[in-house]
Each structure stands twice: as C-alpha cells, then as structure tokens.
C-alpha cells in the first residue's frame, strides 16, 4: 500500500451482513425483524426487475451474500415501470399494506445508500425515473420519518 491512501468507510460502504442489513431496515422503519427481511428481499427482488441485468447483477455482487440471491435478475433488460407499481409488488411480495410498503422500500434504499459503495448506489438509481427520488433520494441521509 505504498504511496495509496486508504479509502474511507463511506467511498467503500458499508460492510455488513444480511442479519445486519435487515436490522437496520427493521431500527430505522419499526418493523419487526422478520417484516424488514420480507420487505428487503421484496424490494431487491423488484428493484432487479427494473434496473437492466448487467446492473442488478452488479447490485447483487456489493449486498450481503444471502441478500444478493434476492438481487439478481431473471433477465438483461429492465421492466419499465413506475413508483406506484415498485410500491405495489413489494406490497404484494412482502405481505403488507401498501402505505408500509412504500415506508419499507425508502428504508431499504436508505441501508442500500449506506451499504453500497457511492457510485454503485449512483449506478442504481441513475436506472430509475425521477418520481423514485420519492424512496431512493441519493444525497439525503436517513431521517426518522413519522409514521402516521
């Protein structure tokens, strides 16, 4: 490592496993462990359906192992569909209402903010139309939202 300068956390990501990546949807969104794994494998398992294959496959290489399998595409070319049906197939997917799906979707994408290295969540999001801003903001750090 002569002459190099370590990267930082942040320029790496953060390194986790999938117990911990779902503990931290479960902290942030107040779910229960076993709904955050739900609403975590839903969402990736949809966010590979919309983003092209090269990319999911990409996704899936930075997550956790067991969380990855859920990442992975079943073809090269994205779907091409908005927030509202994201939001719904998680929905369907997980088990849960819509209005905790959409909550749980934005909380996965914060953790996946964290997790993935910055432009490797760019490479994500830059996939996804502007109203997805809606859950995958890239520059805002995670807020406790209120639940109401």
Not at 18 to 24: A, H
Not at 57 to 77: C, I, M, V, Y
Not at 114 to 143: I, K, N, R
């Given at each position: ?7 930082t956390v942040r320029e790496k990501g953060l ?105 490797g969540y760019d490479d994500v999001v830059s ?22």
């Amino acid at each position: 490592m002569l002459g190099k300068t370590p990267l930082t956390v942040r320029e790496k990501g953060l390194k986790v496993d999938d117990n911990e990546f779902i503990g931290l949807v479960a902290k942030r969104s107040g779910m229960s462990s076993e709904q955050a794994a739900a609403i975590t494998r839903a969402t990736l398992t949809t966010l590979a359906e919309r983003i092209d294959g090269g990319e999911a496959r990409d996704l899936a290489g930075q997550l956790p192992e067991g969380l990855g399998a859920s990442a992975f595409a079943s073809g090269e070319t994205a779907e091409r569909f908005g927030l509202d049906v994201f939001v719904e197939r998680v929905s369907g997917r997980a088990e849960v209402a819509v209005r905790q799906a959409k909550d749980g979707v934005t909380t996965v994408f914060d953790v996946l903010r964290e997790a993935l290295t910055p432009a490797g969540y760019d490479d994500v999001v830059s996939q996804l139309p502007a109203e997805f801003g809606e859950v995958a903001d890239p520059t805002a750090p995670f807020v406790q939202r209120s639940r109401g």
